[in-house]
């Protein structure tokens, strides 16, 4: 089975831009998650989507958003960008079966705000 | 909210020892604790996890223990490789695995041929 992928792997954008990250999950899994990835702050849990709504979200200002498509895929959107936004983007995704599944997580985008 | 601790945050072995990162947890609701190895420029790979209804998990050379009475969990690493050589993070939920994991801050672990 193919990995979770994510595109694009790199983005350079400037201040007051926006971007869209792309993540295709597992053959089969149903719930993608969204974390962002920092030297400073670690890994942070962004936002949960399954069956193209969104059941978690995590402590971020809401020019973080997302979404997921009807074959799981996901997108998630950061508009009017920040220096401090620079970072590390991971997706994961999960069978979700309701009975406690790992989470698998893609290469992630690196995202560097200039 | 649920807070994970890890430590320590840098930890150098000669190859052939044992290797063993310690992470602590807040919320007792917490039941899914999973580890895993990062390597430079890829993202998480999962090594091992353990659910709050088992004490101890082994795979190969990997084991962890978990404590649920003292709220932390250990991960063990025997006979360290040089390709162990990475940075692991713990992880909490309690949800399962179903969205929210809580991350440790990491450990960067270097085994010396």
């Known amino acids: 089975k193919a990995g979770v992928t994510q595109t694009p792997r790199y983005l350079i954008k400037t201040r007051g831009q926006q971007v869209t990250l792309s993540c295709s999950p597992i053959?089969?899994?149903?719930?993608v998650s969204w974390y962002q990835q920092t030297p400073g702050q670690g890994l942070q849990f962004l936002f949960e989507y399954f069956s193209e709504t969104q059941r978690n979200k995590g402590n971020f200002p809401g020019r973080f958003s997302g979404r997921q498509f009807s074959n799981s895929r996901s997108e998630m959107n950061v508009s009017t960008l920040e220096l401090g936004d620079s970072a590390l983007y991971l997706c994961?995704?999960?069978?979700?079966?309701?009975?406690?599944?790992?989470?698998?997580f893609g290469p992630g985008t690196r995202l560097t705000v200039l | 909210g649920e807070n994970v601790e890890q430590h320590p945050s840098t930890l150098s072995v000669q190859e052939g020892d044992s290797a063993v990162i310690k992470c602590t947890y807040s919320d007792s609701a917490s039941n899914y604790f999973p580890w895993y190895k990062q390597e430079l420029g890829k993202g998480p790979q999962l090594i091992i996890d353990?659910?709050?209804?088992?004490g101890e998990k082994k795979d190969q050379r990997i084991a962890v223990t978990l404590n649920k009475t003292a709220k932390h969990f250990s991960l063990h690493i025997t006979e360290t490789q040089p390709e162990d050589s990475a940075v692991y993070f713990c992880?909490?939920?309690?949800?399962?695995?179903?969205?929210?994991?809580?991350f440790g801050k990491g450990t960067k672990l270097s085994v010396k041929p």
């Open positions: 353990i659910r709050s209804n088992v």
């Open positions: 992880a909490a939920s309690t949800r399962g695995s179903q969205g929210n994991l809580i």
């Open positions: 994961a995704s999960s069978f979700a079966s309701g009975k406690g599944d790992t989470q698998y």
């Open positions: 053959s089969g899994h149903r719930s």
